[in-house]
């Protein structure tokens, strides 16, 4: 304790070390008072010091409760709101088997572009519908853009095995850099792949055709040629209606449409409301079946991919269009 004479009053400073919580670990005190010399007695020093210690402790008590209760309150809210989006999906999923009803015990094929978009984007259509369709991968590609072709193969098949397509007569390959290669700066033979289309129609009496849309989803060349050779499929198979994956822009304001795309389940709940016909998976079969397939692409799960994995909402629902074709 420093004690400073200063003209009619003293100036005292006091320093300590306070016990101030239940642990009783010492703290830091420092308290400086200002005592008239006319007729106050220094005992008052003994007051206000027992003082400011009840008000340290009882401050610092009630900062730790807050702080605790702020806490367990906000992850409480969290954990409500997760709850919440997961029953209003298992509610929704009763009623949203959607437009795969109406390709119950039909021929389907699905023509995708790379080993993994089978479940990066139709994952949702694979595992309704092949518990009530009769389903037929064709892959355009072996995704060979980096040298790993032959690995990508067998993991297609794993991830279709987990999907519910045991059967790998029902699965095709092409493996052809030279019209289909695949990479972002290669372009396709259209006519090639439109071929190689309508020769798996005829082969497995194909009754309808599952691709990407004009968009591709996620932009990919690869993707978009898909389309377009299944639009030339269509134009002369009148017989074959096809049916595109839509791209989710439902804004013109495009930072809208990315966090429409990678809201998840939310996005998915909330369009249920509106489209009826979209497919809608449940957090079970999400969570069971969908994230095990994408897992058997081992060649393919960097980063980003898992990040898509939780956050996309092509791993929750699927809406398709049916385009109408103009000869």
């Known amino acids: 304790m420093d004690v400073q004479p200063s003209g009619n009053t003293l100036l005292i400073c006091v320093t300590g070390r306070l016990f101030v919580d239940s642990e009783q670990q010492p703290q830091r005190y420092s308290q400086v008072f200002l005592l008239s010399q006319s007729g106050t007695n220094f005992y008052i020093l003994n007051d206000v010091f027992r003082l400011?210690?009840?008000?340290?402790?009882?401050?610092?008590?009630?900062?730790?409760?807050?702080?605790?209760w702020s806490i367990h309150i906000l992850l409480m809210g969290l954990l409500v709101l997760m709850l919440a989006a997961?029953?209003?999906?298992?509610?929704?999923?009763?009623a949203r088997n959607g437009i795969v009803d109406l390709?119950?015990?039909k021929s389907i094929l699905l023509v995708i572009a790379h080993p993994d978009d089978e479940v990066l984007f139709f994952g949702p259509t694979l595992v309704r519908g092949s518990k009530i369709a009769n389903f037929h991968i064709l892959c355009l590609t072996s995704g060979d853009s980096a040298g790993i072709g032959w690995i990508r193969k067998r993991e297609l098949v794993?991830?279709?095995?987990?999907?519910?397509?045991?059967n790998t007569e029902k699965i095709s390959i092409i493996d052809d850099p030279g019209s289909l290669p695949d990479g972002f700066t290669c372009a396709w033979d259209l006519e090639k792949a439109a071929?190689?289309?309508e020769e798996h129609i005829f082969k497995w009496n194909i009754e309808i055709l599952i691709s990407f849309d004009h968009m591709g989803v996620s932009g990919h060349p690869n993707h978009i040629s898909s389309s377009q050779a299944c639009g030339l499929v269509a134009v002369r198979t009148d017989n074959v209606p096809f049916y595109s994956l839509y791209s989710l822009n439902d804004f013109s304001f495009w930072p809208l449409n990315v966090v429409c795309k990678y809201s998840g389940m939310v996005y998915a709940v909330l369009k249920s409301f509106i489209i009826r016909d979209l497919v809608l998976l449940s957090p079970y079969e999400y969570l069971f079946t969908l994230v095990p397939s994408m897992q058997r692409h081992r060649s393919q799960m960097v980063w980003f991919r898992k990040l898509y994995i939780v956050?996309?909402?092509y791993m929750?629902?699927?809406?398709?269009h049916k385009i109408k074709v103009k000869e």
């Open 195 to 197: 071929k190689i289309i």
């Open 52 to 68: 400011n210690y009840a008000s340290a402790y009882v401050l610092n008590s009630v900062y730790l409760r807050l702080n605790f």
């Open 158 to 166: 794993r991830s279709l095995e987990q999907l519910g397509i045991t």
């Open 311 to 313: 956050f996309s909402c």
């Open 86 to 94: 997961l029953i209003l999906l298992v509610f929704c999923v009763k």
């Open 316 to 320: 929750f629902c699927n809406i398709y």
């Open 103 to 105: 390709w119950r015990d």
